[in-house]
């Protein structure tokens, strides 16, 4: 069963790349609904900023989510700091270089896969155990408007979206009677870092020009625009919502393949 920020013990959560935009902006809402969160990340400085802002219902913790020992200890800290673990954001990810599959680094490849995938393989296969143990939970995990369509020079982003679509979907099977949901989010264009480079240089027409290109709502998201879906998802959504992909695009994909 869900713990809402409403109920009279408080959600436990792990948010994974808490320090970003989507992360932080999730962390700031849950604490909102009253909700204890394990904010993870290897920027020290991201996370002091949050406990500064958010107080003891933050308690920071450094991990490389992509090693299975500091995944591992990264809920075993959420359960022994919290006392159980109901939701679980894995949000963190890299976009890596941009090239054309005939040029595109091995090493980056395989370093994009590590935190898009296996950082999120691994907060499943340790957090799932730690759900069934507190009677079910809630998963999240950020899988991207390029886990429904493809981008050209983008291969290790694209493709390692469309596995953590492949992951949700499995897990979601196999914890369907164990009182745990699993769901993705597809952000498209969000306002953080990682998509700053696409408007750099950009004169205020030209961005407008490329933001119209982009979605067909003309601007791009906020991080809170997707941290309110991702905290609806770990709090308050149906149980009988699960294995589902949920973009939150401006509907972006929603003319995807037509004239």
């Known amino acids: 069963m869900k713990a ?20 932080a902006a999730t962390v700031r809402r849950l604490v909102g609904r009253g909700a204890r969160v394990l904010a993870v990340d290897l920027d020290d400085v ?18 490389d989510v992509s ?39 091995t090493d980056d490849f395989d370093r994009v896969y590590r935190t898009n995938v296996r950082g999120v393989f691994l907060g499943m296969k340790h957090g799932i155990a730690a759900m069934v143990a ?6 999240v995990n950020a899988a991207s408007t390029g886990a429904m369509v493809g981008a050209s020079n983008m291969a290790a982003y694209i493709s390692s979206k469309h596995a953590v679509l492949g992951l949700t ?3 979601a099977l196999e914890v369907a009677r164990q009182g745990i949901t699993v769901n993705a989010i597809a952000p498209g264009t969000v306002d953080t870092a990682m998509v700053q480079p696409f408007f750099a240089g950009l004169s205020s027409e030209e ?7 982009v979605t067909p709502t ?6 809170d625009e997707i941290a309110a879906v991702a905290t609806w998802l770990l709090l308050d959504s149906p149980t009988y919502l699960t294995g589902a992909l949920i973009p939150i695009d401006g509907a972006q994909t929603a003319a995807a393949g037509t004239a």
């Open 207 to 213: 961005a407008e020009k490329r933001l119209l290109g």
């Open 67 to 105: 090693d299975d020992d500091e995944a591992k200890e990264m809920i075993a800290t959420a359960v022994r700091e919290l006392g159980q673990l109901d939701g679980l954001f894995n949000n963190a990810g890299i976009v890596g270089v941009r090239a054309p599959v005939v040029e595109y680094p």
């Open 4 to 23: 809402t920020g409403d109920d009279n013990e408080s959600a436990k959560v792990v948010v994974t790349g808490a320090a970003g935009g989507i992360g």
């Open 134 to 139: 507190s009677g079910g939970g809630s998963i």
């Open 169 to 171: 979907r499995t897990a």
């Open 46 to 63: 991201g996370l002091d900023s949050l406990v500064a802002d958010l107080g003891s219902s933050v308690i920071p913790h450094r991990a």
């Open 218 to 223: 003309g601007r791009i998201a906020s991080p």
